[in-house]
């Protein structure tokens, strides 16, 4: 059994201030919350790190994204070093935003993917197919070839060290959802190629489902074998919503 994450991803929302609220908030409803089942993570802009650093007793902290490079003259990034330091253990990889708005290729996401490592952050690596690209039956042929360019020339010591999310293109931040069992599929499919790539870890990483998932859905895709948490925008701004979340997950 692997154990859940409930992995919010607030993307460019909220000030530190606002953080550092919600975080209060947060902390007084998981108090009288059944939460000892999963792990909550928030990825949340560099920003907000120093705000929210006093929470790591009871979630950990994430980036969404940074440089492959070590340090030096690269204005406006941010380095694993400057995460770690700020208290992220976690950073997420390869979004689909990140994809898409800054032209972000599978070469320069496995890069990420290597720093990060190097670093002792956990690289959540973002896959997933385009709503053409599923129209077209191309889906599963997109997504791992995406997962093996992406983690080419990797190892790691532990599952604990990598985790997948499988967030379908189409249905982030629309309120389309993958169905539960096109969702398992899929996270199948994954975990059939982290098998042949880490014999020895694959049926112990954590793979997510992103796109949509929200409180009236997340039961049935989380009861499925090879989906072990979700990576959730919209859902996770809210503290109620997130809880529910991480409810759904027992
Ligand atoms: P969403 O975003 O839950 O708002 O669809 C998910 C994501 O982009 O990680």
Known sequence: MIRPLIAGNWK???VPTEAATWLGDLKEKLK????????????????HLGAMVAAQGFLALG???????????????????????????????????RREYHKEDDALLNAKVKKALEHNLIPILCVGESEAQRD???????????????????????????????EPIWAIGTG??????????????????????????????????????????????????????????????KTDDLLALVAAAK
């Open 176 to 237: 389309k959802t993958a169905t539960a069992d096109d969702a398992q599929e899929m996270c199948a499919a994954i975990r059939q190629t982290l098998a042949e790539l880490y014999p020895d870890q694959a049926s112990r990483i954590r793979i997510l489902y992103g796109g949509s998932m929200k409180p009236s859905n997340a039961q049935e895709l989380l009861s499925k074998a090879d989906i072990n948490g979700g990576l959730i925008g919209g859902a996770s701004l």
């Open 63 to 97: 980036g969404q994204d940074m440089s492959q490079h070590e340090s030096g003259a690269y204005t406006g990034e941010i380095s694993a070093a400057m995460l770690k330091d700020a208290g992220a253990s976690y950073v997420i990889v390869g979004h689909s935003e």
């Open 12 to 14: 460019m929302n909220k």
């Open 136 to 166: 077209a039956g191309k889906a599963k042929d997109v997504v791992i070839a995406q997962l093996k360019a992406d983690l080419e020339g990797i190892s790691f010591a532990s599952a604990d060290d990598l985790v997948i999310a499988y």
């Open 32 to 47: 009288q919350t059944d939460a000892g089942h999963a792990d909550i993570l928030l990825c949340v802009p560099a920003t």
